[in-house]
């Protein structure tokens, strides 16, 4: 999701809940909390200004944007700046 020329993180999923993760529905931007199956969801409204998402390939890494999915294994491990360029 985008708004004025930010991405704005709306979920946040994951499989196995470790050190580091979101921990309660009150967390910054935290709306709600949710068990899908075999993962976690936590929904939020959080404006992203610069996204630098690590990678690492035992993880499945992927950004949702819609009905696109992109794969963010496909690079090696790394830290990776992704940017909204308007009209692309």
């Not at 709600?32 to 200004?49: A, Q």
């Amino acid at each position: 999701m985008f708004e004025q020329g930010k991405i704005i993180q709306t979920a946040e999923r994951f499989m196995a809940h470790g050190a580091g993760l979101p921990s309660q529905a009150n967390e910054p931007f935290g709306i709600s909390w949710e068990r899908i199956e075999d993962t976690f969801v936590l929904r939020m409204h959080r404006p992203i200004p610069k996204l630098v998402v690590r990678t690492d390939r035992n993880y499945r890494n992927r950004l949702i944007l819609g009905p696109k999915e992109v794969n963010l294994n496909q690079w090696d491990d790394q830290a990776l700046l992704i940017r909204f360029v308007p009209g692309r």
